[in-house]
């Protein structure tokens, strides 16, 4: 099992910027992928972002020229930069990691974007 951990969320004015960050508990080359979903109040859990350990992104349409997932593969870390946030980015922000046994879920760090 590999153990994720996210960091970096807040409260944010409308257009402000955040970057999240999940720290994995094992090197990043037993991982197939790393990612973020996010869920608000009401509705289902979302895919955010997506990163294979190959370099490969992913982007819901919502946060596309917005939002930038890295991967550093020496500290084990995934990134999430959010610029020009909005207040439906408000949501808790969860950090994947998938690999060959399946997914582990990090328990989550809440974003609220209000003036």
């Known amino acids: 099992q590999v153990q994720v951990a996210e960091s970096g969320g807040g409260l944010v004015q409308p257009g402000g910027s955040l970057r999240l960050s999940c720290v994995a508990s094992?090197?990043?080359?037993?991982?197939?992928?790393m990612g973020w979903y996010r869920q608000a109040p009401g509705n289902e859990r979302e895919l955010v972002a997506l990163i294979s350990t190959s370099g490969t992104t992913n982007y819901a349409d919502s946060v596309k020229g917005r939002c930038t997932i890295s991967l550093d593969i020496a500290e084990n870390t995934v990134y999430l930069q959010m610029n020009t946030l909005k207040p439906e980015d408000t949501a808790t922000y969860y950090c994947?990691?998938?690999?060959?046994?399946?997914?582990?879920w990090g328990q989550g760090t809440q974003v609220t974007v209000s003036s």
């Open positions: 094992r090197s990043i080359f037993s991982i197939i992928a």
């Open positions: 994947l990691a998938v690999t060959i046994r399946g997914q582990n």
